[in-house]
């Protein structure tokens, strides 16, 4: 069974200049992916793996701030929406599918894009789950981590993964169970 939760962050002053400043990041980042994906794919029709984009972008700016953990999925992401494609391709010329598919595009510039935490980056401390920031956001912030509140649903053994989505100038915490 596979589930999340959604939970609106309040108005904290001094964390949704962190989360606006993660979720810019991860916009960056995932645009920079698709980049690279898409000259890859016109130039030499090669297609891009799972590990791909990390190993290209593991020294970049917008990776470095970013934890790890979580620039890896942002990066990951973008690589699982080519091979997304590349299937539909493959459909398409098979007779499968009746329309061509597009290639993945750019996202609009100056946006935010959801972050995700994997499991094995979070920590449980006083029922709260510690969410952990990369080291330029450390130096930056002046914090190496922030607090949220453990989600109602289940134990944080169950907990598979937490992402920061922003809408609608608005932040949600979905924790994935």
């Given at each position: 069974m596979y589930c999340c939760q959604q939970v609106l962050v309040g108005k904290n002053p001094g964390l949704i200049p962190i989360l606006t400043f993660l979720c810019e990041q991860s916009h960056k980042l995932t645009n920079m992916g698709i980049y690279y994906g898409r000259q890859l794919y016109f130039k030499a029709r090669i297609g891009i793996g799972k590990f791909d984009l990390e190993k290209?972008?593991?020294?970049?700016?917008?990776?470095?701030?970013?934890?790890?953990?979580?620039a890896q999925q942002t990066l990951r992401t973008v690589a699982e929406s080519?091979?997304?494609?590349?299937?539909?391709?493959?459909?398409?010329?098979?007779?499968?599918?009746?329309?061509?598919?597009?290639?993945?595009?750019?996202?609009?510039?100056?946006?935010?894009?959801?972050?995700?935490?994997?499991?094995?980056?979070?920590?449980?401390?006083d029922n709260q789950i510690r969410i952990p920031l990369g080291n330029t956001c450390k130096r930056w912030f002046g914090v190496d981590s922030f607090l949220i509140p453990m989600p109602s649903i289940r134990a944080f053994s169950t907990l598979k993964e937490l992402r920061?989505?922003?809408?609608?100038r608005c932040f949600y915490w979905e924790a994935c169970l």
């Amino acid at each position: 069974m596979y589930c999340c939760q959604q939970v609106l962050v309040g108005k904290n002053p001094g964390l949704i200049p962190i989360l606006t400043f993660l979720c810019e990041q991860s916009h960056k980042l995932t645009n920079m992916g698709i980049y690279y994906g898409r000259q890859l794919y016109f130039k030499a029709r090669i297609g891009i793996g799972k590990f791909d984009l990390e190993k290209v972008y593991k020294n970049n700016y917008h990776y470095k701030v970013l934890y790890s953990q979580a620039a890896q999925q942002t990066l990951r992401t973008v690589a699982e929406s080519f091979r997304s494609y590349y299937g539909l391709i493959i459909a398409y010329n098979e007779g499968k599918i009746e329309h061509r598919p597009r290639i993945p595009n750019y996202r609009k510039k100056g946006g935010m894009a959801t972050v995700s935490y994997p499991k094995q980056a979070l920590k449980l401390k006083d029922n709260q789950i510690r969410i952990p920031l990369g080291n330029t956001c450390k130096r930056w912030f002046g914090v190496d981590s922030f607090l949220i509140p453990m989600p109602s649903i289940r134990a944080f053994s169950t907990l598979k993964e937490l992402r920061i989505l922003p809408r609608n100038r608005c932040f949600y915490w979905e924790a994935c169970l």
